[in-house]
């Protein structure tokens, strides 16, 4: 969900579907302390378990994907996620491999089921499987060489299970659409996508206030805002930055969706010392993610790492 602000007419537009976010009490951080997000970067995470699943007749891709875990019940604690390479997975079939909650798997072949390319992927709780029971589904026709990561986060429905659905976004290695439209840095520039989709399904009053991104100095104007906008990156939904090279600490602020002032940034922070590195001609995720209302976590993803 995206608010933007007019700075001649202090106006508030929203645009797109709304969602934004209450503000639990006190600023979260990343600095892992206790009731804190997890570490913004991807570095120690656990690899996915390969369970070694493979439908009869699946042959190599040529590409390259990989898993976010984002997913929340909502009827629970999160926990791992089961991938299968097929559109839905039965009795005795055996997951690819299974992705831990808050985690980013390795890079695996997601293998093709045809001549023309097709992908399916199909992420299901850890140790269920049946038609019409999996979290959510992926398509892609693949031509080879692409290196795409799937972001699984919270849906805005609910299985029979009590669980809710969940939701998927897809990002490019190489600008080619996806997810908010990817777009290509200006030479020597850096992207930084601020993304919050599915924490809109987590938190509470998702549409009472709308998240602003700093990268340290005052509110940063998403890459379409001129000099009289001000777009906001949520929650549900997010924007894209486009940074100098360097390594920046960042911040997320959330103002009243009724508040008549122009954000600044320089109100307490809801989210704290985000540890961003911009690098020249590359793009970069910071994703924002909750396990339950109240528990904000962030983690940082170089699309080119």
Known sequence: MRRTVSLIAACILVVGCSSGGSAPSGAASSDGGPGSPAPSAVTGVPAASAGGGLPAGNRPS??????VNAYAPLNGDPGPIDIYAAPWAGEGDKPLLSVPYGTVSEYFDPTVSDDAGDMFLSMYWAGTNGNGNELVSQTET????EVITFIVATGDSTQDSGRR????QAFFQTASGGTFGQST??????LLIVDSNGVENVIAKPDSTTWFFSAGTGCTKAINDDANSLSGAGPGGGGTYQLDPGSYTGSIHAYAKDD???PTCD???LIDKLAIKA????TAILLIYAPKDGDLRTVFIPLDG
């Open 165 to 168: 659905f969940g939701s998927i």
């Open 62 to 67: 040529g590409a390259k994907v990989r898993i």
């Open 267 to 269: 109100n307490a922070a």
């Open 260 to 262: 008549p002032s122009i």
């Open 142 to 145: 693949l031509k080879g060489g």
């Open 185 to 190: 840095p200006a030479p020597g520039k850096a």
């Open 279 to 282: 690098v020249a001609d590359q």
